[in-house]
Nanobody, 124 residues
Framework: QVQLVESGGGLVQAGGSLRLSCAASGRTFSSFTMGWFRQAPGKEREFVAA????????SYADFAKGRFTISRDNAKNTTYLQMNSLKPEDTAVYFC?????????????????WGQGTQVTVSS
């Protein structure tokens, strides 16, 4: 088992930045691929970004490329999502997820562990 707790969400104006954190506890954090997803009201949960166990490879949704950066610090058991140039359409609950599936899954079903989510609201 691994427990995930997100933090860092909040209200920001369009064009601003936020850094989300995901603290992990339980099983060996460094053995997991980590991902970020988001879910806006009335919409399905969608992939944002993922990073392999050692940070060697990353994957991003098209809307995140060039604006968001995923990273991890295995010594701190923490994954980060730096979000820049935020837009109102980025408003959603952001979830951290973990998996031991090889590669970089981009679908909800590829992850077995989830945090409770953190709200990000971008005002225009």
């Amino acid at each position: 088992q691994v427990q995930l707790v997100e933090s860092g969400g909040g209200l920001v104006q369009a064009g601003g930045s936020l850094r989300l954190s995901c603290a992990a506890s339980g099983r060996t954090f460094s053995s997991f691929t980590m991902g970020w997803f988001r879910q806006a009201p009335g919409k399905e949960r969608e992939f944002v970004a993922a990073i392999t166990w050692n940070g060697g490879r990353t994957s991003y949704a098209d809307f995140a490329k060039g604006r968001f950066t995923i990273s991890r610090d295995n010594a701190k058991n923490t994954t980060y999502l730096q979000m820049n140039s935020l837009k109102p359409e980025d408003t959603a609950v952001y979830f951290c997820a973990a998996t031991q599936i090889f590669g970089l899954p981009v679908v909800v079903g590829g992850y077995g562990y989830w945090g409770q989510g953190t709200q990000v609201t971008v005002s225009s």
